[in-house]
């Protein structure tokens, strides 16, 4: 088989994986704090029974994001939070594990616990539990105090505070649920990390410069499948060139 074949379906199966990329990335493009994925590919020579390399393929991964942060808005909700700078949010995933997010349209549910998408803000303690029907107020460095029901507006007092750490690509990596994970394990606290209160970070993805690469991939697509067509056209002349000497 001509080894051009191989070299045309790598790329063919790694535009498709970036388009997935393009893809959660448009979908996401109203999503508090999202930071957009990036792709990233690296070559790999393929070796062969002579001395020089037979082919070149290519190997995808998505490890990296985009830093830059997004827009922010003002909300005036008392329980909507931005973080400032390359300061994260310390949640609760699923699995129990301690990750991170810019998400900060925070919640409280039936049992009392902040939480972000549904999953707990974690305090110096663990899971922050704000008592219902308290008044809660969100300092910048993440302290929480609250005004208990009936009581007087001088009366308030702390409940816990968001644990927040410092970090960029070079320590944090996403994770298939969307959340992010310190390579090392979970960070320390960065007692200088701060937040804004009654208002929200936007992702970060632009829909215009998505829609251009959505595009430009489907052109890099179209161009490797007539790679592909040309290949195997020429494979069919040749072998018919064969059966007439023959």
């Given at each position: ?59 995808g991964s998505t490890p990296l994001f985009d830093q830059q942060a997004g827009p922010v808005n003002t909300t005036g909700r008392p329980l909507d939070v931005a ?71 001088t009366e308030v007092s702390e409940i816990d505070r968001i644990k927040m750490v410092s970090g960029d690509a070079a320590v944090l990596e996403r994770g298939l ?16 990390a701060r937040l804004a209160t009654g208002a929200l970070e936007g992702s970060n993805v632009s829909a215009i410069e998505a829609m251009v690469a959505m595009i ?31």
């Amino acid at each position: 088989m001509d080894p051009i074949l191989y070299t045309a379906m790598g790329g063919a199966k790694q535009t498709l994986d970036d388009q997935a990329v393009i893809n959660h990335n448009l979908a996401n493009v109203s999503t508090s704090g999202f930071r957009a994925q990036l792709s990233a590919v690296r070559a790999v020579p393929i070796g062969g029974p002579g001395v020089h390399d037979t082919r070149t393929a290519v190997v995808g991964s998505t490890p990296l994001f985009d830093q830059q942060a997004g827009p922010v808005n003002t909300t005036g909700r008392p329980l909507d939070v931005a973080l400032r700078g390359d300061a994260w949010m310390a949640v609760q995933a699923d699995d129990g594990t301690e990750a991170y997010t810019r998400r900060g349209d925070l919640n409280v549910d039936q049992n009392g616990v902040l939480s972000s998408n549904g999953r707990p803000v974690l305090g110096a303690g663990g899971p922050i539990v704000i008592p219902l029907g308290a008044e809660v107020t969100i300092g910048e460095d993440g302290t929480i105090t609250m005004k208990a029901e009936g009581a007087r507006p001088t009366e308030v007092s702390e409940i816990d505070r968001i644990k927040m750490v410092s970090g960029d690509a070079a320590v944090l990596e996403r994770g298939l649920d969307g959340l992010f994970r310190g390579m090392n394990g979970p960070l320390e606290q960065n007692e200088d990390a701060r937040l804004a209160t009654g208002a929200l970070e936007g992702s970060n993805v632009s829909a215009i410069e998505a829609m251009v690469a959505m595009i430009n991939n489907q052109r890099k697509y179209d161009m490797q499948m007539k790679v592909i067509s040309t290949a195997d056209e020429n494979a069919q002349r040749a072998n018919s060139l064969l059966s007439v000497q023959g």
